[in-house]
């Protein structure tokens, strides 16, 4: 009897510690805030949510810049909560920390559709009063983009790190067949037949990943067009997608490869060619066979020289309660965007909204990269940028039954167009 | 109670109301719809896509795994030497992740630089593409399989150790050996372990997720998805977390009336010894 109270007992005090646990973890920031407000000598932990994660290019300059700003600020500590964009998994935990009232003291994110999301929980800091408090700061942004990523009319990401999305091309298999470099579609087309009669991936893509969609479409209809989500006018671009299935352009197993497998298909000189983003440039330019061009004119196309480019995240702050959490956060972010930070990014590829210290490293790829954007006559960002997330995700899938001839294009526009309107 | 409530009930009964709810993005704002996600569940042929191959995991898991798992232990039961070895080796896919046994099979079945077609390539045959329309469910269910055999094996293992030598010996002074033993005795006497296995089996199998998602993430033209990867993609890809809590309810449902009905099936009176 004495055993059985005992068992009940202990097993009582095992629950409240472990409620106890439970509630101490939960209510840890809040205790932490408190406590750095009573005591400005007690350390400042600031949790940073960015994309610099798994396998992004920059993310040996970010553990760089983390280590030397902790170096630099004693009495901070950074928290990294960076999560890869792979799967949606920084888009899901930024949502449901938004959501939970839980965000990251400082984040690296989408902006866009996304800044609309992040605006709902009242909790972001709008730039203006900061860079009217320091106007040496904001001198470094470029004005012109810093208007582009405004939303309504406010600034709530600070742009940082550009993109653009490029044909890449292996200049040494296209000598090798005597091939010119694919600069109009016919050539595209050309290398493609030669290609695939040779035994040789015409072009590295999964057929899950949205970049060779975004090209053609663009390509298709220009930069105006491309603005009316799931217009009837993108149904020729899709089908082209059929056309180059028909030819053999893509791998053998493209319906299920992934895009780093796509990428390494290119990249070990398996594919002639690859269209996607910079973001890939910073590996791809230790070989100087690669070049870069925008995707060709498709025929009766409108988007001749444009490209996919543009500044689709940027740093985010918290607003904090806490003046010395804040001023923390603050000076964080004036680390990452400073010249000499900006500029060890910019060594691994990239365009910058700041000034950057110049680096001698640059690659060839890398300048020609920049080169095309600077020579390109209009910019556009991705489709995903303003449409609905369950739209675009059943958009992407249905490129796959239009290449394997199981859907038209104007099905999928059409069921696009259904779920982007259900939740606008 | 209170964790059981906190940790199960609570977030069940949440899911429930959310099926019921137009909840995009994560955001705080959920609009109730009625039977609306259910109208669309019905008519998403993704939906009845995953459920046959839901089905067909279920039934692979019953017979695969679970039976696979008796015929391995009544193997290794009967031998005299080596007992230790072959529990180990069978038992051994149990410990590593789903994760990672997920990772392997999809560089086994890679096109470029998998296993299988450098063993074609060895054998002077031609390359095949291996994760198809038509293929793809089948051969997610091999990592799957080989991944759970083992459990179900040491389960039986356990379940035989515990019937009584007396009676082998009695049917042995009654010339019955081998095959007949486990038969006539070894099996009847395990009804009810089979009876839990049988359940155990079917409950994991509507569980699958990790390795189906990571091999063929339900594709190629959704042909290998599952109720829980269409479930994730539409939460977390689609972000659409009231449609998704709807085929979560859904999944729940058909594990509640599986598992009823195949409890009604195998169960008899206890066994005793």
Request: proline share 4%; net charge neutral.
């Amino acid at each position: 009897m004495r055993k059985k109270v005992a068992s009940k007992t202990t097993a009582l005090v095992l629950i409240f510690v472990v409620f106890a646990a439970l509630m101490a973890a939960c209510g840890g920031s809040k205790q932490e805030e408190n406590g750095a407000s009573e005591s400005k000598t007690k350390e400042i932990t600031l949790r940073v949510a960015t994309s610099f994660a798994g396998s992004d290019p920059w993310v040996p300059a970010w553990t760089e810049a983390i280590k030397q700003f902790q170096e630099e600020n004693k009495g901070i500590k950074i928290t990294d909560e960076s999560t890869p964009v792979n799967q949606e998994a920084l888009r899901t935990k930024v949502k449901a920390d938004a959501a939970t009232g839980n965000l990251a003291d400082v984040m690296f994110y989408f902006n866009g559709s996304e800044t609309a999301i992040l605006t709902e929980s009242k909790e972001i800091v709008s730039w203006e009063d900061e860079f009217a408090k320091d106007p040496d700061w904001a001198k470094q942004f470029n004005s012109g983009i810093i208007e582009k990523v405004k939303y309504e009319g406010k600034l709530y990401s600070l742009p940082y790190i550009g993109f653009y999305e490029g044909l890449f091309w292996n200049k040494e298999l296209f000598d090798q067949y005597q091939l010119e470099a694919p600069t109009t579609y016919d050539a595209f087309i050309k290398a493609i037949d030669t290609f695939a009669a040779n035994n040789i991936v015409p072009f590295a893509t999964s057929l899950t990943t949205p970049y060779l969609q975004e090209a053609l479409v663009l390509s298709q209809v220009g930069p105006e067009g491309q603005q009316k989500a799931y217009d009837p006018s993108w149904a020729p671009a899709l089908a082209i997608f059929k056309e180059l299935n028909d030819k053999k352009a893509f791998p053998k197993d493209a319906l299920t490869l992934d895009d780093e497998k796509a990428q390494s298909l290119f990249a070990g000189g398996k594919a002639g060619m690859m269209f996607n983003g910079s973001w890939t440039a910073a590996g791809l330019s230790t070989n100087p066979a690669f070049q870069i061009t925008p995707f060709p004119l498709v025929p009766g196309g409108k988007g001749e020289n444009m490209i996919v480019s543009g500044f689709g995240s940027g740093w985010y702050m918290k607003k904090n309660t806490d003046q010395a959490k804040y001023d923390a956060a603050l000076a964080f972010v004036k680390f990452m965007t400073s010249p000499e930070t900006a500029g060890k990014f910019a060594a691994i590829g990239g365009t910058y909204a700041v000034d950057t210290q110049q680096s001698s490293s640059t690659a060839q790829l890398l300048i020609d990269g920049n080169k095309m954007v600077s020579e390109a006559k209009d910019f556009v960002m991705p489709i995903d940028s303003y449409v609905s997330r369950e739209s675009y995700t059943e958009f992407l899938k249905g490129i796959a039954y239009v290449s394997a001839g199981r859907k038209t294009a104007e099905e999928i526009l059409d069921e696009a167009t259904k779920l982007n309107n259900r939740n606008k | 109670m209170l964790l059981l409530f906190t940790f199960l009930l609570y977030p069940l009964v949440q899911s429930v109301y959310y099926s019921f709810t137009e909840w995009y993005n994560f955001s705080n704002t959920k609009t109730f719809i009625g039977f609306g996600n259910y109208n669309q569940l019905i008519h998403d042929p993704v939906v009845w896509i995953a459920l046959k191959n839901t089905f067909i995991l279920v039934i692979g898991a019953v017979f695969l795994q679970a039976g696979g798992g008796l015929v391995l232990a009544l193997l290794t039961d009967s031998i005299k030497r080596g007992f230790k070895f072959f529990r180990t080796v069978f038992f051994f896919p149990i410990v590593i992740s789903g994760t990672a046994i997920g990772l392997m099979f999809s560089l086994i079945y890679n096109y470029d630089y998998g296993l299988l077609n450098a063993i074609m390539r060895g054998l002077g045959l031609s390359e095949q593409i291996w994760l198809t329309e038509k293929s793809a469910i089948y051969l997610v269910l091999i990592p799957i399989l080989w991944q759970y055999v083992g459990f179900y094996f040491v389960i039986f293992l356990t379940g035989m150790s515990k019937i009584p030598e007396d009676i082998y010996e009695s049917a042995m002074l009654d010339g019955i050996t081998g095959i007949r033993k486990s038969i006539y005795i070894t099996l009847p006497l395990l009804r009810d372990v089979i009876a839990s296995c049988l359940t155990l089996a079917t409950a994991g199998a509507l569980k699958v997720f990790d390795v189906v998602y990571i091999v063929t993430k339900g594709g190629p033209l959704n042909s290998s998805e599952l109720l829980s990867t269409y479930m994730y993609t539409k939460a977390f890809n689609g972000q659409n977390a009231g449609y998704a809590s709807t085929i979560v309810i859904a999944m729940m449902i058909l594990g509640i009336v599986i598992t009823v009905v195949l409890n009604k099936l195998v169960k008899k009176e206890a066994v005793s010894y």
